[in-house]
């Protein structure tokens, strides 16, 4: 026989090892079979395969299938734009290696949370998070959920455009169905994000192979003069970087689960190294293929560029091209929500969130809370708030914590000489990084100083909620009995438990 605790309230669940039921037992509920036995924790079941995927499947939303055209318009040339895609692709492998680095020598989940907390300190961490909490992640979900939402319909209602209240309510569907996911079973979360990955890089493949055998068919019309002077802008090429930047970000993903990666020392470099050489091979080798199909002028007057791509190569087929764009947001979705739960989980561990959010569910071993939590935050803001503008405002700041994640790699150096080190980088590598991060907030103030104000102004409101609800916590009696009844009620409604160590 074995009993389980629920809750501090002393709800107890006993399981019967045997096929009879003892009398006095209560049968317990089905368990998962997903679920390994022994303590109630984050499994280690994020394999190589598994921790590609989860690169992989973020980084390769919508983007290059639909508007990859931002680094075209600001570069000027064909050939400068595929200079700027090896460029950033190159500069994102920067920051990944230094990542590899801090996830190696900091084995604790969390990404640019936890890497903060432990170079800068607590406060520094707080805003880092409190940003993400009531605004960017639901904000971002949101607007690749959108995406899923529409390229899902748009076979559906061709020629015509696809109503917008029918694109929401989709959208949310497909929320509550990866928040869904996500809650149930870790195991389950991972093999459809492998599933995932497979199908984005399948679609990439349909475009890039007969882009290439065109190509080397001789159609190289538009490659003539790729690299002509006369059109390059210079002031052009830092906007043309950001949105390369852009494409590739998601290669921190793993980082945030780093828990449940086996054997990390290993797993989290080979999988970020092998994850960006395959998306910087498929972004390059995917704009090629555009490139050999359609001029410039086409492509930058194209509503979407692989369904155009795919009605000038293959007729009919073109129809399928926003399935896969669907399932690719999709990806994006899983793979997205999987890892920043565990910040989420994270920050309650270390008292920064109700201490809810880092419990883990009984039987399903998921830290349902912190898969949840973000889940009323989202859907308010697809229906009621403007995601885009909010986006704007708080777009500036990932690149600054993660600048500053990359510059406490540099600090401890110095301050935690002796820190384990399984993997490490030379001191050149995140130094450009970081540079290239502070460059990019530094253009956002120059481009457009408002909305990048009011995203500052936004985020600063975490140094007051850091002394209100962290600093400051002397609760009147009350409300602390209060906060505890709506703690256990939770704990007991979603069948929680705190983490067994």
């Not at 019309?221 to 090429?237: P, T």
């Not at 993997?423 to 290239?436: D, N």
Request: glycine content about 8%; charged content about 15%; hydrophobic content about 50%.
């Amino acid at each position: 026989m074995t009993k389980r605790s629920v809750s501090g309230e002393g709800t107890v669940i006993k399981n019967s090892t045997q096929n009879g039921v003892h009398p006095g037992y209560t049968a317990a509920p089905k368990e998962d079979p997903d679920a390994p036995a022994g303590k109630v924790e984050l499994k280690k079941k994020v394999t190589l395969l598994r921790g590609i995927s989860i690169i992989i499947g973020t980084i390769i939303g919508a983007g290059i299938f639909i508007s990859p055209k931002g680094i075209l318009k600001h570069s000027g040339s064909v050939g400068m734009s595929l200079v700027v895609w090896i460029a950033c692709g190159v500069l994102s492998l920067f920051g990944a290696l230094s990542y590899a680095e801090l996830g190696t020598s900091i084995k604790k989940s969390g990404g640019h949370y936890t890497y903060i907390k432990e170079a800068f300190g607590p406060q520094m961490a707080f805003i880092r998070l409190w940003a993400d909490l009531i605004a960017i992640r639901p904000a971002g979900l949101a607007v690749i959920s959108l995406a899923f939402g529409q390229y899902i319909l748009e076979p559906l209602f061709m020629p015509c455009g696809v109503p917008e209240l029918a694109i929401k309510l989709t959208t949310s569907v497909g929320i509550t169905s990866v928040m869904y996911l996500n809650s149930m079973s870790t195991s389950w979360t991972n093999r459809i994000q492998i599933f995932l990955t497979f199908s984005k890089l399948l679609a990439i493949l349909i475009i890039i192979v007969p882009g290439l055998y065109m190509l080397f068919k001789g159609e190289t019309k538009n490659f003539d003069n790729a690299f002509e002077i006369s059109n390059v802008q210079l002031s052009g090429l830092p906007l043309a970087f950001y949105s390369g930047m852009y494409a590739y970000a998601g290669w921190f993903y793993l980082n945030f689960v780093t828990e449940e990666v086996d054997n990390p020392e290993r797993t989290v470099p080979l999988a970020i190294c092998i994850s960006m050489a395959i998306v910087t091979s498929c972004y390059v080798l995917t704009n090629v293929a555009y490139y050999t199909v359609m001029s410039a002028e086409e492509l930058l007057a194209s509503e979407a560029v692989a369904v155009t791509f795919a009605e000038k190569t293959m007729g009919n087929f073109s129809l399928a091209v926003p399935i896969f764009v669907a399932l690719s947001c999709f990806g994006s979705m899983n793979g997205g929500l999987f890892a920043f739960s565990r910040m989420f989980y994270v920050a309650s561990r270390e008292g920064h969130l109700p201490e809810v959010l880092s419990m883990i569910h009984v039987r399903r071993h998921t830290p349902l809370a912190a898969v949840l939590v973000l889940y009323p935050m989202t859907m308010f803001q697809l229906f009621v708030g403007d995601i885009y503008s909010l986006l704007n405002f708080m777009s500036f700041l990932r690149w600054l914590f993660i600048g500053v994640a990359t510059l406490g790699l540099i600090y401890m150096r110095y301050t935690r000489p002796d820190m384990p080190r399984p993997f490490k980088v030379p001191l050149i590598i995140p130094a450009v990084f970081s540079f290239t991060c502070f460059f990019m907030v530094f253009l956002s103030l120059y481009s457009d100083p408002l909305n990048t104000g009011i995203g500052f102004a936004i985020s600063l409101t975490g140094i007051p909620a850091y002394y209100i609800f962290i600093v400051f916590d002397r609760r009147p009696k009350w409300l602390q009995e209060g906060l505890d009844s709506f703690n256990r009620a939770i704990q007991i409604i979603l069948e929680v438990i705190p983490a067994e160590h």
